[in-house]
């Protein structure tokens, strides 16, 4: 008697177009976060790194992509193994929409060894990073060898030493040339499938 619509945004003859829109807008944001995040850095002394943070990763020879808080710790294990000869890198991701998938393109392309950790898991595939990594390298026949981390699910704790091993995990596979799918870090124990 009394139909009505709740949380439209637009009808179905318009809806397409405004998709669209607003795909496009984010393809071209791009630029403006880059231009934004220099001109905040002059007027304030600070840049955050627009769409990525990138730490070391000039002359690596592996590279961890990584959101979040945790690339903090990520960051001063790259830093500790640099002091025992090793050549770490890591990107922080600092926008996933838009998804900064040529800056992740140039630098895969330069390491042997990519490293995504995730803090989430997509149920029955793998972490959501891994996969927006994944598809950004397939789409440019990059075939620099990924290996997914998954860890920290439900607040479990990370540290400096936790990316130590993911580092080291990632070196197994430079010297091994096979990398996993994905790696658990700090299960407490394996379980078999029921």
């Known amino acids: 008697e009394n139909p009505f619509s709740s949380g ?41 790194g627009g769409l990525v943070e990138k730490y070391q990763c000039d002359d690596s020879d592996v590279i961890l992509f990584i959101m979040g808080s945790s690339s903090g710790d990520a960051m001063e294990a790259a ?4 002091e025992e000869g090793y050549e770490p890198g890591v990107c922080r991701i ?22 995504v950790f995730d803090r989430d898991i997509s149920m029955g595939s793998r972490g959501i990073l891994a996969t927006e990594i994944l598809a950004a390298l397939k789409s440019r026949s990059i075939d620099t060898p990924v290996v997914g981390f998954v860890g920290g699910l439900g607040g479990r704790n990370l540290s400096v030493e936790t990316f130590k091993i993911v580092f080291r995990e990632m070196y197994k596979a430079l010297e091994s040339g096979e990398s996993e799918d994905i790696k658990w870090i700090g299960l407490k124990e394996m379980r078999e499938c029921p």
Do not use: T
Not at 11 to 37: C, H, T
Not at 79 to 82: A, G, N, S, Y
Not at 96 to 115: C, M, T, Y
């Open 79 to 82: 830093k500790e193994l640099r």
């Open 8 to 48: 439209n945004i637009a009808f179905p003859g318009e809806y397409m177009e405004l998709r669209y829109d607003i795909w496009r807008a984010q393809r071209k944001s791009k630029d403006l976060i880059v231009d934004v995040d220099k001109e905040y850095g002059e007027l304030f002394g600070r840049k955050y």
């Open 94 to 115: 600092r926008s996933v929409r838009p998804f900064p998938d040529e800056e992740i393109a140039e630098l895969a392309r330069k390491n042997k060894v990519i490293g």
